[in-house]
Nanobody, 113 residues
Framework: QVQFVESGGGWVQPGGSLRLSCPAS????????IGWYYQPPGKERELVAW???????VYADFVQGRFTISRDNAKSTVYLQMNNLKPEDTAVYYC???????WGQGTQVTVST
């Protein structure tokens, strides 16, 4: 079992930036792909981005060029740098291993004027 604790969310105006952090309870990054997911109000959770053990990255079309996923193996932490935020990015953001049910509490991101 692995626990993730997401943080870094908050309120930001359109066009602003936030950096989300997600430390894991143990260092698994050399073994597992880690993904960031989001859940907008009233909608299902969707994949935003993921990073593989080899460092390869995949992004959802709606965040291409705006969000960057990265990790710090020494800190067992995955990050999501979010730039040029839009109101439609408003959601609770989670990190987890794809295909595993290790959802955390998430961190709320609100983009509005």
């Amino acid at each position: 079992q692995v626990q993730f604790v997401e943080s870094g969310g908050g309120w930001v105006q359109p066009g602003g930036s936030l950096r989300l952090s997600c430390p894991a309870s143990r260092n698994i990054f050399s073994t597992f792909t880690i993904g960031w997911y989001y859940q907008p109000p009233g909608k299902e959770r969707e994949l935003v981005a993921w990073i593989s053990p080899a460092g390869g990255t995949v992004y959802a079309d709606f965040v291409q060029g705006r969000f960057t996923i990265s990790r710090d193996n020494a800190k067992s932490t995955v990050y999501l740098q979010m730039n040029n935020l839009k109101p439609e990015d408003t959601a609770v953001y989670y990190c987890k291993r794809p295909a595993y049910d290790d959802w955390g509490q998430g961190t709320q991101v609100t983009v509005s004027t």
